[in-house]
């Protein structure tokens, strides 16, 4: 059977507390330096991600307010845009009225002097055939019939030249 004597049971615990110190000594103390290490690089890791999610939060918040800049900015470029286009309408179409005016004038200064050589040219003719028409009573060689058509026949000239 089993026997077991005080000495070998003293023996075994000197043999365990040495075991337990050498351990604690060589074993324990690495193994927890490496586990607080461990415990210090995944402390800073998470705060290192926290920073980042507070640093792309920013980020995010900065982007959104740039966007929101950005589309004022081009907004108010287009208002711009539009209000000169507006203005450059405006302008071209005052000039454009404005030559056609000029146009419409000169077209009708035109057609004034036309009419007026017209009218002188025919005055002129007029003239010349009462001078022919008086020639010929003078020497006779008219009837009052054929002076009575060629005054008609002027007449009729006259209000179609007018």
């Given amino acids: 059977m089993l ?13 365990f507390a040495i075991l337990v110190l050498m351990l ?14 461990r415990r210090a690089g995944i402390d800073q890791a998470l705060q290192a991600a926290e920073d980042a999610r507070k640093e792309v939060a920013g980020t995010e918040e900065r982007l959104r ?8 900015e081009a907004e108010a470029i287009l208002a711009d845009a539009r209000a000169r286009g507006d203005v450059a309408r405006e302008e071209i179409i005052t000039a454009a009225r404005a030559e056609a005016t000029q146009l419409v004038q000169d077209a009708k200064a035109e057609i004034a002097e ?5 009218i002188a040219e025919l ?35 006259i209000g179609r030249l007018q």
Avoid: C
């Avoid at 103390?29 to 490496?34: A, G, L, S």
């Avoid at 307010?65 to 004022?72: D, G, K």
């Fill in 3 to 15: 026997h077991l004597e005080l000495s070998d049971i003293i023996w075994a615990l000197v043999n």
């Fill in 24 to 37: 604690g000594k060589f074993l324990y103390k690495p193994i927890m330096k490496t586990l607080d290490g």
């Fill in 65 to 72: 307010a740039e966007i929101s800049a950005s589309r004022a």
């Fill in 114 to 118: 036309e009419k007026e050589r017209a």
């Fill in 123 to 157: 005055r002129s003719q007029v003239a010349d055939l009462a001078l022919l028409a008086t020639e010929k009573l003078l020497a006779g060689g008219i009837t009052a019939e054929q002076q009575s058509r060629l005054m008609d026949r002027y007449i009729k000239e």
